[in-house]
């Protein structure tokens, strides 16, 4: 490899925030008063945290240093699988901080209130055309807290027709969001079992299904990269029995434009618009989860809704059937507006960018099959499915080719998911990777392959270059220290 | 479009690779009655300038500061963002990384989290503070929750001054559960009656807020007494206002088993209600009920100190259904950004800036009465409080808008009991000359 990306350079320490400046410093331009003081009554008054006082420069500096011990898709590519790592537009940042809409506060009278109320608007409409799904809700402020309100839709709904269904049906190779947010609605997870070829075999389901089941969990393409191909048949089944379809739109990316989520039989669905698009995802959040779901659901969806009459923007909470509120407000507005963005940057090209992220992901596959195990050998959707296997003959594992990939520049993949495959690496590059990029990512694990023939202690020890180097994780859970 | 790199003899090449045809041949997996028939039907591509053109359009709409005067908080606070904060969380170090499943490559995101987890400690007066959690409701409902696993018991008391959205996440979170929620209501001070609460060993938890909705302070340490007269029970402390305790006394030294509200106040623009983030702290003997994520301290091999993902077995990714919650995805960037925002203030500086919103809420709340108005509770405030204004006021209340002035938040449809009521709310954002203003447009 000629350019190896990871490189070694100046690290610089950086003490804990209480560690550094000194009582009296501020980094903040305090107003003088302009009314006079009214001191509040001496029992109410406690001692103040014991924050430090540090300067504007200590806080800058403290700041920067700890940035740069961290790596984002802007540092390279990040080929975390379900996670969607793709590039995030610098674009929707400006939109994102306009005054006009960052500082809109959310009880602001309506008609004072029309340009964000148009976003949100116009967003559901795009979403739902993307999806196929007609009614849309922004309020979810992640993909687990869409999940949730989505088991709340099927419990609204079956209580509806006054059934009080205990399971749901939830494959092998979910998330485990799907499970818990299940379980917070009282429904029991029923775990159905992926077939060889890695998908839902409709008689499995079928032989699960039954009139106390809610329904099922489905994410489309799957975990595995996989696009389940039976879940036409497989949501007649679950139909046919008074259930209905979830489907975890994590992995939305592989088929916008490719396919219509109600023609599938699907009832509801979450999007999560800090992967498919394009949002920034923090160093964990802030996400954004928004429920698309039919015709004969919306009336559960949760209030207020944003509704278009005469010409204005307005806020309605009459919809009596409704599950109530997930969030305080509107959801994680300022990540809708990213993707609002996205989406009218994109236009129609978000079928080309699912169309090159599942070009992309084939490419690693085949340019990666003679190295490592592939335990699915099938034309894979936007992420593919390798394992250690071959690797294990030399005493090296999925972490260690994980951790020895940090050295080499590049973020590993996701490690030991799904949990059906042992010792996983589940890989997405998303289209945003230029192909030169990806053999680099080629190259480079090619290399480490051939590392662990001939020298796998390289493995063992990484990652080298980082500001540390493998973190003892079995004492921070033993004698946990979680504030200093 | 600038965001796909590939080039068609990019695409024709890695096409020869795999072995297919064309892009169409790379979806064989999908049965064609499963194929979509249409086009997207979205809105043609805008280039970069003609969406910020549309984009500054719609964000012209909006009334905002400074040229609308808004007199409203209920939860979401204008306070003054340094530039410091702006720029640092654009660090896309920070911004454009995913959760740290890797740690050696997260430091900077987990010693930030550790750092916001230990500040966030010391301001609300507990033991441990968790990463996040969306907003200030779903960490209550996700509170309450937590004290019916911790006691198994099946009912749960919350004030009804606690924001009433709140309650209604309460409530939707509660809905598909065996367990009651029953409201406490109102003294004529403005705070939470308690004299009716009867059977204390039959609840898991008891939620106020302070300041409460109505901006009073609520008297925590003889709530708390009451509520530990009962051992089982867990005292829960709710907040929208966190820059309240730069001054007051925290709920954690005032009994409070949790505490958890929202933290945007803390540098986090009101962005139409979100993103903020949800701020969860407890007593050290709930650390492995606490939903969320939790960063500990550790070392690496060479022994330097360093930071990890930790206590994981309470979360849904290896627990599934039988986790703690069901939450993945947190606030971790307006974390960071409450964490710069606590430390560019300091000790000092919090104190100071509590006293100011105090002090100015204080002022308008007197020149209000002095004008004439009842404030008809008379318990000390935060920087909101609640004004009667007469009878028909909402007519004013539509001129004021036309003049550029938000005269507060109605009452009424949330406390159909408390008609004319107003909630007013004034930081430091706010002049002398802007309250005076008001004072003389609702007295005219």
């Known amino acids: 490899m000629k350019d190896l990306m990871g490189s070694t350079g100046l690290i610089l320490n950086e003490p804990l925030l209480w560690e550094k400046g000194k009582k009296g410093r501020t980094g903040f331009s305090l107003p003088n008063s302009d009314v006079p003081s009214s001191p509040l009554v001496e029992e109410l008054i406690g001692v103040g945290p014991d924050f430090p006082d540090l300067s504007e420069v200590d806080v800058v500096r403290h700041y920067t240093h700890l940035s740069t011990w961290n790596f984002g898709v802007d540092s390279g590519m990040y080929p975390l699988g379900s996670c969607t790592m793709k590039y995030n537009p610098k674009t929707n940042e400006r939109q994102a901080s306009l005054p006009g809409l960052a500082q809109a506060h959310p009880l602001l009278p309506t008609e004072l209130a029309q340009g964000v109320l148009r976003i949100m608007f116009d967003l559901e409409k795009h979403l739902a055309e993307i999806t196929g799904l007609p009614a849309v809700t922004l309020q979810p402020a992640a993909g687990a807290q869409g999940e949730l309100t989505g088991m709340l839709l099927f419990y609204a709904f079956h209580m509806m027709n006054k059934e009080r269904r ?48 809610a329904g099922i969990m489905v994410t489309n393409p799957n975990t595995l990269g996989l696009f389940e191909e039976h879940i036409k048949q497989i949501s007649d089944i679950v ?129 990666l099959r003679d190295i490592f195990h592939l335990p699915y050998d099938r034309p894979c959707m936007h992420e593919c499915v390798f394992t250690d296997k071959h690797q294990q003959a030399y005493k090296v594992s999925t972490l260690d080719i994980a951790k020895r990939l940090i050295d080499y520049g590049f973020h590993p993949p996701t490690v030991y998911f799904p949990l059906v495959v042992q010792g996983a690496l589940m890989m997405e590059p998303t289209e945003t990777e230029s192909k030169e990029d990806l053999d680099r990512f080629i190259e480079a694990l090619r290399q480490i392959a051939q590392e662990a023939k001939d020298n796998p202690d390289l493995l063992l020890q990484a990652p080298v270059k980082t500001k540390v180097r493998r973190l003892d994780e079995t004492m921070a859970a033993r004698k946990p220290c979680l504030a200093g | 479009m600038r965001y796909l790199p590939h080039t068609q003899e990019d695409i024709a090449d890695m096409l020869k690779k795999i072995g297919a045809g064309s892009l169409d041949d790379l979806f064989t997996s999908i049965p064609d009655d499963c194929r979509r028939k249409s086009d997207l039907d979205l809105p043609q591509a805008k280039t970069e300038w003609e969406l910020n053109r549309h984009m500054s359009g719609l964000a012209e709409q909006m009334a905002v500061c400074p040229d609308y005067k808004v007199f409203i908080g209920a939860g979401s606070y204008d306070h003054y963002i340094p530039e410091v904060i702006k720029q640092l969380l654009g660090r896309s170090e920070f911004f454009t990384a995913y959760t740290p499943y890797q740690p050696e490559m997260s430091q900077g995101t987990l010693q930030a989290i550790y750092e916001y987890q230990t500040l966030t400690t010391r301001l609300l007066g507990l033991d441990v503070a968790n990463a996040s959690m969306y907003d200030g409701a779903s960490s209550l409902a996700e509170a309450l929750l937590m004290s019916v696993r911790i006691t198994r018991r099946k009912k749960v008391a919350i004030s009804r001054l606690i924001h009433p959205l709140y309650r209604q996440v309460v409530r939707t979170y509660f809905a598909p559960t065996e367990f009651e929620v029953v409201e406490l209501p109102v003294l004529e001070s403005g705070q939470t009656d308690m004299t009716g609460l009867q059977d204390l060993e039959t609840f898991a938890g008891v939620a106020v807020q302070s300041p409460n909705y109505f901006g009073c302070i609520e008297n925590l340490s003889a709530l708390g007494e009451k509520i530990h007269s009962d051992n089982k029970t867990l005292f829960i402390v709710s907040f929208t206002e966190p820059l309240a305790y730069g001054i007051l006394k925290n709920p954690g030294s005032l009994g409070a088993d949790i505490a958890c509200g929202e933290g945007q106040s803390l540098g986090v623009p009101s962005s139409f209600g979100g993103p903020g983030l949800g701020m969860f702290a407890a007593k050290k003997t709930y650390m492995r009920n606490m939903p969320g994520r939790l960063v500990g301290r550790t070392q690496d091999i060479e022994g330097k100190r360093g930071f990890v993902l930790t206590l994981s077995t309470r979360e849904q990714h290896i627990r599934r259904e039988k986790a703690t919650s069901n ?82 938040l109605s009452l009424t449809p949330d406390y159909p009991e408390f008609p004319d009521y107003y909630l007013l709310c004034v930081t430091e954002t706010m002049d002398k000359a802007d309250m005076d203003l008001l004072v003389k447009e609702v007295t005219s």
Do not use: W
């Not at chain 1, 990316?253 to 949002?279: E, Q």
């Not at chain 1, 989860?289 to 278009?308: D, N, S």
């Not at chain 1, 059937?321 to 969030?327: A, L, P, Q, R, T």
């Not at chain 1, 996205?342 to 080309?352: A, P, V």
């Open chain 1, 239 to 367: 139909h046919a029995k008074g259930g209905l379809v979830y489907a975890d739109g994590a992995n939305m990316n592989a088929v916008m434009g490719m396919v219509n989520m109600a023609d599938l039989g699907v009832d509801v669905l979450h999007l999560n618009l800090h992967k498919t698009f394009s949002t920034p995802h923090g160093g964990g959040g802030p996400g954004s989860g928004p429920v698309c779901v039919t015709k004969r659901l919306e009336p559960f969806l949760p209030v207020p809704r944003v509704v278009h009459v005469q010409g204005r923007y307005e806020l309605s909470y009459d919809f009596p059937e409704s599950i109530g509120k997930v969030h305080a407000f509107y959801g994680n507005f300022g990540i809708q507006i990213r993707a609002y963005s996205y989406i009218l940057s994109m236009g129609d090209q978000l079928k080309t960018a699912s169309q090159l992220a599942v070009l992309n992901a084939n490419y690693l596959k085949e340019s």
């Open chain 2, 327 to 408: 939450i993945c995805s947190n606030q971790g960037l307006c974390a960071t950004a409450a964490a710069m925002y606590m430390a560019t203030l300091g000790g000092t500086g919090i104190r100071k800036l509590a006293e100011l919103n105090h002090d100015k809420a204080a002022y308008l709340q007197n020149e209000l009465k002095t004008a004439g108005f009842e404030v008809p509770f008379d318990t000390p405030v935060f920087n909101e409080f609640v004004v009667k204004f007469p009878e028909g006021f909402e007519k004013t209340y539509a001129n004021l808008l036309a003049k550029k002035i938000v005269p507060g």
């Open chain 1, 166 to 213: 205990t399971k749901i049906l939830i494959p092998d190779t979910a998330h485990g969001t799907n499970p818990a947010s299940a379980a917070l609605c009282g429904f029991r997870s029923i775990s159905v079992a992926s077939n060889a070829q890695g998908v839902l075999s409709p008689d499995d389901v079928d032989a699960l299904m039954d009139e106390d089941t």
